[in-house]
């Protein structure tokens, strides 16, 4: 008999739901895809709506559902930390009080009410609770082809946790030690997100794509104001610089007196090169921490194979480094490490750890798909198109890919809608924009016309996999760009130097490789390798591309705009098509061209 078991991961950013079943992961998305709200922390009715009509099943058929927190525990540490810091956080109190009293406190309540709307018979005592670190370590762990691995778990906080260490040794997987809310590696990235006056939670990309335009002139006061670091990568936060612990900010007025100037403005101050250099700075001291960390536990525990997860493994220029150092002969970043994930993570821990089930590591996938979304059949998308009085055209793949890579090597920007939706913050092929990476131009033009985002977001290569060597320093997969990785000096182009300190949007406008389009300024490139085997249209694609031009590489980028989910449904990949300069769309096996289409929008869209 099936032993099915629901994850669910909501209430505080990036709610989704993953169903099992015996321990394979069937289906899974994030709640955003369907609400259409930016990292929805709403519960995920939808995406459960979702995993059980894949599955073909009703709530009654679950077996477990299980929740990635222990919420008792996180208002355990709220409380103490008002309460240690009285009167001060008075205000934040009163705000967050009676929210965690009405919506997060009794959680097997809130969760039992809902699971009601899909089926009155549910049983209460089918929900279980996992803790928030155990619930990413073990969506890392157990997704990972080891046997044996240390799992290191960074984010900004869980209940108490905020960095914690596992050791996974087949079935089992115990957390040996953490460090403990306020002190946060995750919180302290944020602050400086929130000081660059990006969105936290959201805006952690955008720093990280900013720094390698600065220089870590602020590393040293950082070090000596903030965070104390000590030779084996633990750390104790300076909280006389924050206002997250009880407050209603990030950081407070010392902070902006250590740097001798406010929280940037996001609707009226410019980038200037002080913001690069701040968020160089950050950077180079997150990378520091974790290079000491994984150091120290490689010594201690003797183990070859390294996990990351939590929502600092998204930093993949870290991971990066923390490939090249060598303390770990493997390295496996759970693809979507975030909280997303952790709901993955909870049903894989209830399944080996509360319900004592072996692994089976001959059926762990070495690249686990993340493709576990919706998908859409060319009926389907047809019934849709002739329904608004779309133009298109259907095309044999063969015909589809000729065409599509012929387009891409003329300079149009293509819109790639197939199969299932991807799990997690990345595109992987599926709902992707793609454009041709030697176009010195095409990085501008997709964040300012497409993307309406900052100038200088770096896009990422995809690259067919057995080629990715001639392109990039790479000697492995990397298919859920994960890890940043440079462009081989081949094919690097010289970069004149100046009299004089560039600007970022001169910076910009030098030509660094023969694929400018997706080199960031310090020849570096958040890779995706992408097999036959794991996604074949995708890779056909490429090919084709690569036999018109000799360049086995396109620009991928999701399929959204700012402020915007990655696309989920036909419709939604429709109404980003009109109203962005996206030249075609490919939904299925549908071509769409934009001149071809009626200049009046069918569906009401907004950004």
């Given at each position: 008999m099936k032993i099915y078991i629901l994850g669910i991961s909501a209430f505080y950013h990036d709610s989704a739901a993953a169903l099992l079943c015996d321990g394979e992961v069937l289906a899974a998305a994030q709640e955003e895809r369907f609400s259409r709200i930016k990292n929805d922390p709403q519960f995920p009715s939808k995406s459960i709506e979702f995993v059980l009509k894949y599955a073909d099943i009703s709530i009654r058929d679950v077996d477990y559902v299980i929740y990635y927190d222990k919420p008792f525990v996180t208002f355990e540490r709220?409380?103490?930390?008002?309460?240690?810091?009285?009167?001060?956080?008075?205000?934040?109190?009163?705000?967050?009080?009676?929210?965690?009293?009405?919506?997060?406190l009794f959680q097997k309540k809130i969760l039992y009410k809902r699971l009601l709307q899909f089926d009155k018979k549910f049983s209460v005592k089918k929900i279980l609770f996992s803790e928030h670190h155990l619930s990413h370590a073990a969506g890392s762990f157990y997704s990972s082809c080891f046997d044996e691995a240390i799992v290191l778990t960074v984010d900004a906080v869980g209940e108490w946790a905020t960095t914690s260490v596992a050791i996974g040794d087949g079935k089992s997987l115990k957390i040996e030690k953490e460090i403990r809310f306020p002190h946060s590696l995750g919180l302290l990235y944020s602050a400086f997100t929130y000081y660059l006056g990006f969105k936290v939670n959201e805006g952690e990309y955008k720093l990280m794509g900013l720094a390698p335009y600065g220089k870590p002139i602020f590393v040293d006061k950082i070090k000596k104001h903030l965070i104390d670091i000590k030779s084996d990568g633990t750390f104790r936060l300076n909280l006389d610089y924050f206002d997250f612990v009880t407050g209603l900010k990030m950081t407070n007025k010392l902070f902006d007196e250590l740097f001798e100037q406010s929280v940037r403005d996001s609707q009226s101050d410019i980038f200037e090169d002080f913001?690069?250099?701040?968020?160089?700075?950050?950077?180079?001291?997150?990378?520091?921490?974790?290079?000491?960390?994984?150091?120290?536990?490689?010594?201690?525990?003797?183990?070859?194979n390294l996990c990351l997860s939590g929502g600092v493994a998204l930093n993949c220029v870290a991971n990066g480094k923390i490939l090249d150092d060598g303390s770990f002969e493997n390295i496996w970043v759970q693809p979507s490490p975030g909280d997303a994930g952790a709901a993955i993570g909870c049903a894989l821990a209830a399944w080996h750890i509360q319900l004592d089930q072996p692994r089976n590591l001959k059926k762990i996938e070495a690249f686990p798909s993340q493709y576990l979304g919706p998908k859409f059949s060319n009926d389907e998308v047809t019934l849709f198109l002739d329904a608004i009085g779309s133009s298109y055209s259907v095309y044999a793949d063969e015909q589809l890919f000729e065409l599509t890579a012929d387009a891409l090597a003329n300079g149009k920007i293509v819109g790639w809608f197939q199969g299932k939706m991807e799990f997690g913050a990345r595109a992987l092929g599926n709902r992707s924009i793609l454009a041709d990476p030697r176009n010195p131009e095409m990085q501008k033009k997709l964040n300012l016309t497409i993307k309406f985002r900052e100038g200088f977001r770096p896009f990422a290569p995809v690259i067919l996999s057995e080629m990715a060597n001639e392109w990039f320093e790479i000697d492995r997969e990397s298919p859920y760009m994960l890890f940043v990785r440079?462009?081989?000096?081949?094919?690097?182009?010289?970069?004149?130097?100046?009299?004089?300190?560039?600007?970022?949007?001169?910076?910009?406008?030098?030509?660094?490789?023969?694929?400018?389009?997706?080199?960031?300024?310090?020849?570096?490139?958040?890779?995706?390798?992408?097999?036959?085997?794991?996604?074949?249209?995708?890779?056909?694609?490429?090919?084709?591309?690569?036999?018109?031009?000799?360049?086995?590489?396109?620009?991928?980028?999701?399929?959204?705009?700012?402020?915007?989910p990655i696309v989920c449904t036909p419709s939604d990949a429709y109404k980003l098509f009109m109203s962005t300069g996206l030249d075609i769309i490919v939904i299925e096996n549908c071509i769409l061209y934009k001149n071809d289409q009626f200049p009046k929008l069918p569906i009401q869209f907004s950004h």
């Amino acid at each position: 008999m099936k032993i099915y078991i629901l994850g669910i991961s909501a209430f505080y950013h990036d709610s989704a739901a993953a169903l099992l079943c015996d321990g394979e992961v069937l289906a899974a998305a994030q709640e955003e895809r369907f609400s259409r709200i930016k990292n929805d922390p709403q519960f995920p009715s939808k995406s459960i709506e979702f995993v059980l009509k894949y599955a073909d099943i009703s709530i009654r058929d679950v077996d477990y559902v299980i929740y990635y927190d222990k919420p008792f525990v996180t208002f355990e540490r709220l409380i103490a930390s008002y309460l240690s810091n009285a009167p001060r956080g008075f205000k934040s109190f009163l705000i967050s009080f009676p929210v965690w009293m009405k919506k997060k406190l009794f959680q097997k309540k809130i969760l039992y009410k809902r699971l009601l709307q899909f089926d009155k018979k549910f049983s209460v005592k089918k929900i279980l609770f996992s803790e928030h670190h155990l619930s990413h370590a073990a969506g890392s762990f157990y997704s990972s082809c080891f046997d044996e691995a240390i799992v290191l778990t960074v984010d900004a906080v869980g209940e108490w946790a905020t960095t914690s260490v596992a050791i996974g040794d087949g079935k089992s997987l115990k957390i040996e030690k953490e460090i403990r809310f306020p002190h946060s590696l995750g919180l302290l990235y944020s602050a400086f997100t929130y000081y660059l006056g990006f969105k936290v939670n959201e805006g952690e990309y955008k720093l990280m794509g900013l720094a390698p335009y600065g220089k870590p002139i602020f590393v040293d006061k950082i070090k000596k104001h903030l965070i104390d670091i000590k030779s084996d990568g633990t750390f104790r936060l300076n909280l006389d610089y924050f206002d997250f612990v009880t407050g209603l900010k990030m950081t407070n007025k010392l902070f902006d007196e250590l740097f001798e100037q406010s929280v940037r403005d996001s609707q009226s101050d410019i980038f200037e090169d002080f913001h690069a250099d701040i968020a160089a700075s950050i950077q180079v001291v997150t990378e520091e921490v974790l290079l000491l960390l994984t150091r120290n536990l490689a010594k201690e525990y003797k183990i070859k194979n390294l996990c990351l997860s939590g929502g600092v493994a998204l930093n993949c220029v870290a991971n990066g480094k923390i490939l090249d150092d060598g303390s770990f002969e493997n390295i496996w970043v759970q693809p979507s490490p975030g909280d997303a994930g952790a709901a993955i993570g909870c049903a894989l821990a209830a399944w080996h750890i509360q319900l004592d089930q072996p692994r089976n590591l001959k059926k762990i996938e070495a690249f686990p798909s993340q493709y576990l979304g919706p998908k859409f059949s060319n009926d389907e998308v047809t019934l849709f198109l002739d329904a608004i009085g779309s133009s298109y055209s259907v095309y044999a793949d063969e015909q589809l890919f000729e065409l599509t890579a012929d387009a891409l090597a003329n300079g149009k920007i293509v819109g790639w809608f197939q199969g299932k939706m991807e799990f997690g913050a990345r595109a992987l092929g599926n709902r992707s924009i793609l454009a041709d990476p030697r176009n010195p131009e095409m990085q501008k033009k997709l964040n300012l016309t497409i993307k309406f985002r900052e100038g200088f977001r770096p896009f990422a290569p995809v690259i067919l996999s057995e080629m990715a060597n001639e392109w990039f320093e790479i000697d492995r997969e990397s298919p859920y760009m994960l890890f940043v990785r440079n462009v081989l000096k081949v094919k690097r182009l010289a970069v004149r130097k100046q009299q004089k300190e560039l600007t970022i949007e001169q910076k910009l406008q030098q030509l660094r490789s023969k694929i400018p389009a997706v080199t960031h300024i310090n020849y570096s490139a958040r890779v995706q390798t992408i097999q036959k085997t794991m996604n074949p249209k995708f890779h056909s694609l490429i090919s084709s591309f690569n036999q018109i031009t000799g360049c086995p590489i396109l620009v991928n980028t999701s399929m959204n705009v700012r402020g915007e989910p990655i696309v989920c449904t036909p419709s939604d990949a429709y109404k980003l098509f009109m109203s962005t300069g996206l030249d075609i769309i490919v939904i299925e096996n549908c071509i769409l061209y934009k001149n071809d289409q009626f200049p009046k929008l069918p569906i009401q869209f907004s950004h």
